[in-house]
């Protein structure tokens, strides 16, 4: 069985000393070896952006994509070989604002992988702009007396798209992360999981003493139960997104690869897709 250094490769990450994304490869390297995954069982695919680089820094099969566009890959590569555990990462730019198509299908979809999202709210790749996810009065170079636009609640919007998995974490919390990124693979659908991950270098805002302040740990919440999708919503509402740990799941909804007709026999990667003259005839 795999290390969590095996799922390591020889390439030095040139993100920025401190960044959160640091802690969101080693969640996931963690995490694959203690699913009891082989580096070639695994696929990385991401977007564009600072957390984009994160599958060129993984030991496992890899696609560093196009902005906005890690989930149509991600998806694909899980229905040609449903054998590989798939997960799809990217920034809140990347996912929230040009891919946010993207991700309210592959939610409703619900297509048997994981989605990270690095969360810094803001580009950082292209030196600070505000996102999606940036703060109302939010100072950067695109808004320079504050953003006036209401800030995007991603998770509230995923559990209305009909998610079956939700959950939010803080990179600077290792053991929470790493546990959430393996519930994700266990879970039988399509898994979100929202990560704090603060950009040290052009957020001078939500920085990590500011998330340490506001975070809510949904441990700390008597009662919680991430069954209850009303609850989920209501929490989400009171606390302005800011609660971490197991959101919500639904473990009753079929993953999509179970309810589409003539995918259970075998991956199409292992299956002879020629087409002979009498398959012609049908057409
Ligand atoms: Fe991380 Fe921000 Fe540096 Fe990008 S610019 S590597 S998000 S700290
Ligand atoms: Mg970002």
């Known amino acids: 069985m795999a290390t969590f250094k095996e799922f390591r490769n020889n390439v030095k990450p040139n993100w920025c000393p401190g960044c959160g994304d640091f802690s969101v490869q080693a969640a996931i390297q963690r995490a694959a070896a203690n699913s009891g995954l082989e580096p070639e069982q695994l696929a990385v695919i991401s977007g564009i952006g600072c957390s984009g680089r994160i599958s060129g820094y993984i030991n496992a099969y890899g696609l560093h994509g196009i902005h906005g566009r890690s989930l149509p890959i991600a998806q694909g590569v899980k229905l040609a070989n449903r054998d590989l555990t798939v997960i799809a990462s990217g920034g809140d730019g990347d996912g929230f604002a040009i891919g946010m198509g993207h991700t309210i299908h592959a939610i409703r979809r ?3 992988m994981t989605y990270i999202v690095m969360d810094n709210q803001i580009y950082g790749l292209t030196k600070g702009q ?3 996810r940036s703060s109302e009065g939010f100072k950067t170079k695109s808004t320079p007396e504050g953003s006036i636009e209401t800030t995007l609640s991603p998770l509230e919007i995923a559990l209305s798209a ?6 939010q974490s803080f990179s600077s919390d290792l053991k929470q ?3 959430l990124i393996e519930q994700g693979i266990q879970h039988e659908g399509f898994s979100l999981i ?4 603060p950009c040290v270098t052009f957020n001078k805002v939500n920085t990590y003493d500011w998330f340490k302040e506001n ?8 009662d919680y139960d991430p ?4 609850q989920a919503m209501t929490k989400l509402m009171e606390t302005n997104s800011m609660i971490t740990g197991l959101i919500y799941q639904n473990k009753a909804k079929r993953s999509y690869e179970n309810l589409v007709t003539g995918f259970k026999e075998q991956p199409l990667v292992h299956q002879d897709l ?5 398959d012609f005839d049908k057409l």
């Open 110 to 112: 619900n297509i048997n």
């Open 130 to 132: 505000t996102s999606p």
């Open 194 to 197: 929202n990560v704090f991950s």
């Open 227 to 230: 069954t209850n999708r009303i």
């Open 215 to 222: 975070i809510v740990n949904l441990e700390s919440v008597p």
């Open 162 to 167: 009909g998610a079956t998995f939700v959950a």
């Open 274 to 278: 020629t087409l002979s003259e009498s």
């Open 177 to 179: 992360l790493t546990s």
